[in-house]
Nanobody
Framework: QVQLVESGGGLVQAGGSLRLSCAASGRSFSSYTIGWFRQAPGKEREFVAAISRSGSNIYYGDSVKGRFTISRDNGKNTVYLQMNSMKPEDTAVYCC?????????????????WGQGTQVTVSS
């Protein structure tokens, strides 16, 4: 079993940056694909980014490509989401999830474990 805790959210102005962290406890962190998803009020959960077990494969949602960067440090059991050039439409609760599979990384239903989420607010 894996427990996930997100941190790093907050309030930032448009054009600014934030770095989110997803810290995991439990064993075999490196056995999981980690994904970031976000959900704004009144909207469906949206895929943001995912990273494979070794970090060799990385995927991004279309709305964040070129602005966000996902990375992981298996020695620290942590995945990071660097968010640059932020826009008001990035405002949402950001959650990280872990799944033991390697395909369909964009499907939140396949993620077995979730953190509690962290709020990100981008002001215009």
């Amino acid at each position: 079993q894996v427990q996930l805790v997100e941190s790093g959210g907050g309030l930032v102005q448009a054009g600014g940056s934030l770095r989110l962290s997803c810290a995991a406890s439990g064993r075999s962190f490196s056995s999981y694909t980690i994904g970031w998803f976000r959900q704004a009020p009144g909207k469906e959960r949206e895929f943001v980014a995912a990273i494979s077990r070794s970090g060799s494969n990385i995927y991004y949602g279309d709305s964040v490509k070129g602005r966000f960067t996902i990375s992981r440090d298996n020695g620290k059991n942590t995945v990071y989401l660097q968010m640059n050039s932020m826009k008001p439409e990035d405002t949402a609760v950001y959650c990280c999830g872990a799944q033991s599979g390697t395909w369909y990384y964009y499907m939140s239903s396949l993620y077995e474990y979730w953190g509690q989420g962290t709020q990100v607010t981008v002001s215009s």
